[in-house]
């Protein structure tokens, strides 16, 4: 227990607990500190100085986020003297940043600016010290100009707790450079983490967005819409609505009006994934072989094992991803049904995601020449794509999706939340194992942020152990573990890159802090426990679209529904812009 203690801010008693940072203590108590660098999920490492107080005592100006409270203390918030520290910090850091606001990720809730503002800030004061500095490309779905750079060292931090370490901090001529390794057994897995903890928008997903444009436009092309279970708790954010709102109708709604020809839903996807993986789950227990099974829907967390393990490649389920399933469905199923060339059909996918660009490019995931998907659109450039269009998301009616894919399970929505996958694969692979129905779905232990979640489920009469894991530096832990230890046998292991799950993507609405994570996976449990229809093998258009279509051709089944994998080498970066170098 910690000791209660009194300090005075702004001289105002105030009662703190020992331990607490002067930032902690002034925020319970509504009295407002700026912040920059500062993220929940990292360490505190004070590099903005824009959170700087006053102690009375010695006069001292200190970083609030790192210091912490001693009894007495008094506090000063708002002196003249802290006001204009925090202005010098900001001109500072502007000198630094390569101001473009128009296309920054952040522009509509830049802090850096509402600060430049508060503070009075002429932001070219001082020359930006790095207009020259390079523009780098990470494959086709990451770019990271790190001329916006405010050396604040997030990105670094981020990578290195994804077990990546693909991002190294250089010092050339008194300044530091962000730099993506050169080492060959460091690679990128485009998980996007950097970007959603860059307090300056200097990474971004490679956008798309104005891409497809043009294919809307175009009569004799049929443009099908797609969108992941994740977005329909978080789109509403980018328009001011509640976190964690579903919005599911609306974006029905504003995918046609910006010119969607038909819009389905991701979800129904994941419930064919569900149907897929589980029947590999059941073979391979059945077998007693490729255990654990580890899923693969995540598509940096499968680059992250073809990449740094693939001694466990063989272990991925070959089951493609939602996404891919639902696309390709869509240009097979659905094409044939409303006598449709598949060549004419464009699939748009709106994902929390920017591995997920990485994913469609693969070329293990095409079928019958075709790719399932052709673009990708995060849940952000979505959000641009409307405000671009000037349609009031807030006012929209809500609206149904189309009817060829009926609507998904709450095991398929589920997906967005770390532990969804695992739940929903359970829920199935317990009637295929004993040909009973689960009364009881809800599996709480494997729900929840907690990095590595560990479970024992009993199906039958054998249990089996489980483990649901977000963040791919848990995921390392994880494989260490078993490495160490392999008589601690696994059935199932699921892995989402991001923290918390594809909540909180690296193409989500930002910020993305732990509390806004969770109210939008709490939002995603609500509508599945209010659905009647709960488990992907009891969706009735999965059952017909197996006996209709895919039962009657395993051949074309397994091209749609499957793919393989393998050991990568370092894929690398590319430099935009080399005149800058
Ligand atoms: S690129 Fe962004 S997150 Fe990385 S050090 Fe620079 S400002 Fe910080
Ligand atoms: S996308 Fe992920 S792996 Fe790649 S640099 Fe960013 S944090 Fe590191
Ligand atoms: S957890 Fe979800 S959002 Fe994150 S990389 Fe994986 S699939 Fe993409």
């Given at each position: 227990m910690k000791k209660q203690i009194q300090i005075l801010i702004n001289g105002k008693k105030i009662k703190a607990q020992e331990g607490d940072t002067i930032y902690e203590v002034a925020k319970r108590n509504n009295i407002e500190i700026p912040l920059l660098c500062f993220h929940p999920d990292l360490e505190i490492k004070a590099n903005c100085r824009i959170c700087a107080v006053e102690l009375?005592?010695?006069?001292d100006l200190v970083a609030s986020c790192s210091t912490r409270v001693k009894e007495g203390m008094e506090i000063i918030t708002d002196s003249l003297k802290v006001k204009k520290a925090r202005k010098i910090n900001l001109e500072l850091i502007f000198a630094q940043h390569k101001e473009e606001?128009?296309?920054?990720?952040?522009?509509?809730?830049c802090q850096l600016l509402k600060l430049a503002k508060k503070y009075d800030v002429i932001i070219n004061r001082f020359k930006d010290r790095k207009t020259r500095f390079p523009i780098y490309q990470f494959k086709n779905a990451i770019i990271f100009d790190s001329g916006k750079c405010i050396d604040c060292r997030n990105c670094v931090e981020v990578c290195h707790k994804q077990g990546v370490d693909f991002l190294e901090l250089e010092e050339k001529k008194h300044l530091f450079h962000i730099v993506p390794s050169e080492k060959l057994n460091r690679d990128c897995v485009y998980c996007g983490q950097c970007i959603v903890h860059c307090p300056v928008g200097a990474f971004e997903g490679v956008g798309e967005f104005e891409d497809i444009e043009k294919p809307l436009k175009e009569k004799d092309k049929i443009v099908v819409a797609q969108f992941a279970p994740s977005i329909r708790t978080s789109l509403g954010e980018e328009f001011g609505?509640?976190?964690?709102?579903?919005v599911t109708g609306k974006i029905t709604a504003a995918l046609r009006k910006l010119g969607f020809n038909k819009v389905f839903d991701t979800s129904v996807g994941a419930d064919f994934t569900t149907s897929e993986e589980s029947k590999e789950v059941v073979e391979r227990i059945k077998n007693n072989s490729l255990l654990p099974v580890l899923t693969s829907c995540c598509p940096a967390w499968v680059k992250f094992i073809e990449f740094f393990y693939p001694e466990f490649v063989p272990n991925l389920t070959t089951a493609k991803s939602p996404q891919s399933m639902l696309g390709g469905l869509i240009k097979t199923y659905w094409a044939k049904k409303e006598n449709i060339d598949p060549k004419k059909i464009i699939v748009v996918s709106i994902m929390p995601c920017v591995a997920k660009k990485y994913e469609v490019e693969r070329e293990e995931q095409l079928f019958d020449g075709l790719k399932p998907v052709d673009y990708i659109l995060t849940t952000r450039e979505l959000a641009r794509l409307i405000m671009k269009n000037e349609i009031d998301f807030k006012k929209l009616k809500s609206e149904n999706l189309d009817s060829a894919f009926g609507e998904p399970s709450g095991a398929g929505v589920i997906y967005g939340a770390s532990g969804g996958v695992m739940e929903s694969a359970f829920r199935t692979t317990y009637f295929r194992l004993t040909g009973k129905e689960l009364k009881?779905?809800?599996?709480?232990?494997?729900?929840?942020?907690?990095?590595i979640k560990k479970a024992e489920v009993k199906i039958g009469p054998n249990c089996h152990k489980i483990a649901v894991v977000n963040g791919l530096g848990n995921a390392k832990k994880l494989l260490e573990e078993i490495k160490a230890n392999p008589k601690e046998k696994y059935t199932c292991i699921e892995v989402m890159a991001c923290p918390g799950g594809c909540i909180g993507g690296g193409g989500q609405p930002m910020p993305c802090y732990p509390e806004i994570r969770q109210k939008r996976a709490e939002s995603l449990y609500d509508i599945d426990s209010k659905k009647k229809l709960r488990k992907a093998h009891e969706n009735p258009i999965v059952k017909k679209i197996y006996s209709e279509f895919l039962d009657k051709d395993e051949k074309l089944r397994r091209s749609i529904l499957h793919t393989y994998y393998h050991k990568k080498e370092k894929e690398g970066f590319t430099i935009l812009d080399l005149n800058n170098k």
């Open positions: 009375a005592e010695k006069r606001c128009v296309d920054c990720v952040w522009r509509f809730n609505l509640p976190y964690g709102e579903v009881k779905v809800d599996f709480e232990e494997v729900r929840g942020i907690q990095g």
